[in-house]
């Protein structure tokens, strides 16, 4: 079994309240490290602007390049849910080694602090799945762009594209998220810059 997300991108605003309710229940000091981050595209020319907003958690691949390229084992995809999680214990630390950063195209694997910063990456709210819950990313939605959870029921429900403004799938890692894309339709049919 495969978990993952659906991202609505039709009804995210960027209000940032799931990067917000990331970092509080994870109880993660600001500064740079986000396990979740919120991205502005902006297309278009006056008086045809165009604004969408990507969602960039990790994407739990089903093949994850985080994972093959650690040296140290302190990145593990579970055999049984396919979440990929961080165990800070064995991390060689982004100085000494980072690979995991440079191999993951969607910026998953996050280092923050002075010297050699150790792993820290989003877990699909691990704990909360367990007890029946959804992500807090989830539950924090005001639009109920996002959901979570088994990639068969996302699919039953949602379809399965995976394509949106903003995001360059990566078709070896094969990323575990669904979209529902917003699309840009300027008048005349001119694509945008």
């Not at 639009?143 to 088994?150: Q, S």
Request: net charge negative.
């Amino acid at each position: 079994m495969q978990y993952g997300f659906f991202f609505d991108q039709t009804r995210c605003t960027g209000c940032f309240t799931c990067a917000v309710a990331c970092k509080d229940w994870h109880d993660l000091p600001a500064g740079s490290a986000n396990w979740l981050r919120v991205q502005c595209i902006e297309k278009g020319d006056f008086p045809h602007p165009f604004v969408a907003y990507l969602f960039s958690p990790c994407y739990h691949c089903e093949k994850p390049a985080c994972v093959e390229t650690c040296p140290a084992d302190a990145l593990v995809k579970n055999p049984e849910n396919g979440i990929v999680t961080a165990n800070p214990e064995e991390c060689l630390g982004a100085d000494s080694c980072g690979s995991c950063k440079e191999a993951c195209p969607y910026g998953a694997p996050q280092f923050e602090g002075n010297g050699d910063a150790i792993i820290q990456k989003c877990d699909l709210c691990l704990e909360r799945l367990q007890e029946g819950q959804k992500p807090i990313c989830v539950e924090a939605c005001p639009l109920r762009a996002l959901d979570a959870g088994p990639m068969e029921e996302l699919r039953e429900k949602y379809g399965d594209k995976k394509e949106a403004e903003g995001f360059k799938l990566s078709i070896g890692l094969n990323p575990s998220i669904i979209f529902k894309p917003k699309r840009f339709s300027p008048p005349g049919g001119k694509e945008p810059r």
